[in-house]
C-alpha cells in the first residue's frame, strides 16, 4: 500500500498483496469503492505520526504486508504498526510527536457521546460530518448529517467540524467508515493546532468489556479496538493521542441516564434519519427506545409490531447485538410481554436483580483511563454513578462464560 496527503485529499494505490475485499479490525467484511477521499481542514504541517495514524484508520482492512507514506514516519508509529498489524511501515525518520496537553471529545450527538460530555464539561468537541464524494453515488441518503452537525452547533461548546466523504471508500457493506476509529480522522488531523493528548470516545462497557456487537458475547479486556494495551491504543498512543473512554465503564442504560440528565439533553441524537426528531422506524431508534424506556420505568413506545417483517430477529433465539441492555430492558419495561420483545421473555431469566450491576461502573475502566484525566473521570462516576461491587464486577468478568 502506497499513500500520499495533498491539501486535504488521501490518495492510496494497493500493492501486489493487498485485497479489495478486506476486514476491519471487528472482522467484519469491507470491499473498496475508490482509492481516494478527502478531509477539510487539514494543515499542512501536522507532524507526520498524525498524517499516518489517519491515513492507517481509512486503509488498514485492505493492506496486507507493507505501507508506504509520502513522509518520514518515527520509529515508535512504525513499530506499533508492526506489532499491532504485522505491517512493515516507512519510511522512518521523524522523530515522535509528544502528546497535547489538551482533550477533545469525538462528538456524534449520542446518548453515549453525551453521556462523555458531561465528563469534561470544558473539553472542546470534534465532529465528523459525511459530506458526498465527487465520483461516488451517495447510496444512502437518508443519513441526515446535516441535522447532527447543526445540533452539535447548538450544544454551545467549542466545536470543529470536519467535513469528509471517506466513508464512501466503502462499496460494501455500504457507506461508512472502514474502521470505527476513522471517525478520529479530523481530530488526529488538527492535534497539533488543539494541542490534543487526548481523544475521548462514547463507547461504553459493552463495546470495551463484553465484545461489541459481533455477537461475540463474551468479556474481552484485551479488546483489539478499545483496550489500551491494544493494537489500535497503542498506535494512537504512539502519535500522542491517547484513547479514552470516559464512559468506557458503564452501560448505555448509565449513558442514556446521564445524558437525558445533562446540560445537552435537548441536543441528544442517536437517530441518522430522523429531521425534526427521531424517526422511530429504524432499527436503532427501537433498540435505544428500548433503553430508554427501561431508563424511564414507562412501557415502550414504538410504532412497531411483531408483525413488522423489519423486527424479526427479535422473534428468533439470541444472541442479538447489544444483549446485556435487552436483559435490562425486558426487566424493567412495564408490559413487556404484550410488545415485539415479548418473546424474547422466553430466553432469558431476567429480573432487576440480575441486572443491576448494569447501572453502576466497573472500576478496571478508570485505571485504564490516561492520568491527565483519570481523576476527574473517578470522581464523576463515584458521586454521579457509583462502582460496581466485588459481585458486580464478577457479573462483567464472567459474562459469556459457558
Not at 493528548?197 to 470495551?208: D, K, Q
Request: glycine residues 8%; hydrophobic residues 40%; proline residues 7%.
Amino acid at each position: 500500500m502506497r499513500v500520499s496527503w495533498s491539501k486535504g485529499e488521501l490518495t492510496f494505490r494497493l500493492g501486489a498483496d493487498d485485497e479489495i475485499t478486506g476486514r476491519a479490525a471487528d472482522d467484519h467484511p469491507v470491499k473498496l469503492a475508490t482509492n481516494s477521499c478527502s478531509v477539510a481542514g487539514v494543515p499542512e504541517k501536522a507532524h507526520p505520526d498524525l498524517f499516518a495514524v489517519a491515513a492507517w484508520t481509512v486503509v488498514a482492512p485492505w493492506t496486507r504486508k507493507e505501507i508506504v507514506f509520502d513522509r518520514a514516519i518515527s520509529p515508535e508509529v512504525a513499530a506499533a504498526l508492526h506489532d499491532g498489524w504485522g505491517i512493515e511501515a516507512g519510511p522512518v525518520g521523524a522523530e515522535a510527536r509528544p502528546a497535547g496537553a489538551n482533550l477533545a471529545i469525538s462528538y456524534s450527538g449520542g446518548a453515549d457521546s453525551v453521556a462523555a460530555a458531561a465528563i469534561y464539561p470544558d473539553a472542546p468537541f470534534v465532529h465528523f460530518r459525511r459530506v458526498p464524494h465527487p465520483r461516488v453515488p451517495n447510496r444512502w441518503s437518508h443519513y441526515r448529517s446535516d441535522v447532527l452537525a447543526r445540533l452539535a452547533r447548538r450544544t454551545g461548546r467549542d466545536l470543529t467540524i470536519v467535513d469528509s466523504d471517506l466513508e464512501f471508500t466503502l462499496s460494501e457493506p455500504r457507506p461508512g467508515y472502514p474502521e470505527h476509529h476513522a471517525v478520529a480522522v479530523g481530530a488526529l488531523l488538527v492535534a497539533d493546532q488543539m494541542n490534543l493528548g487526548g481523544l475521548a470516545f462514547g463507547y461504553e462497557l459493552g463495546s470495551r468489556w463484553l465484545g461489541g456487537d459481533r455477537y461475540l458475547l463474551r468479556y474481552t479486556p484485551d479488546n483489539l479496538m478499545w483496550a489500551p494495551h491494544g493494537a489500535w491504543g497503542r498506535l494512537f498512543a504512539a502519535a500522542g493521542v491517547h484513547i479514552v473512554l470516559p464512559v468506557g465503564g458503564v452501560s448505555e442504560a448509565v449513558t442514556m441516564r446521564l445524558a437525558l440528565n445533562s446540560d445537552l439533553k435537548d441536543h441528544v441524537r442517536w437517530c441518522l434519519q430522523g429531521t425534526d426528531g427521531p424517526c422511530r422506524t429504524c432499527g436503532k431508534c427501537l433498540y435505544k427506545e428500548l433503553i430508554q424506556a427501561a431508563v424511564e420505568r414507562r412501557p415502550l413506545d414504538t410504532p412497531f409490531t411483531a408483525d413488522d417483517p423489519r423486527v424479526r430477529k427479535w422473534l428468533q433465539p439470541p444472541p442479538y447485538g447489544g444483549q446485556e441492555m435487552v436483559e435490562y430492558g425486558l426487566a424493567r419495561v412495564p408490559g413487556i410481554e404484550n410488545t415485539l420483545f415479548g418473546k424474547a421473555l422466553e430466553y432469558f431469566d431476567a429480573t432487576e436483580e440480575s441486572t443491576s450491576w448494569l447501572d453502576h461502573c466497573y472500576p478496571p475502566a478508570i485505571e485504564e483511563i490516561p492520568e491527565p484525566w483519570r481523576e476527574g473521570t473517578a470522581t464523576f462516576m463515584s458521586s454521579k454513578v457509583g462502582l460496581m461491587t466485588e459481585d458486580e464486577v464478577r457479573r462483567v468478568e464472567t459474562w459469556g462464560a459457558a
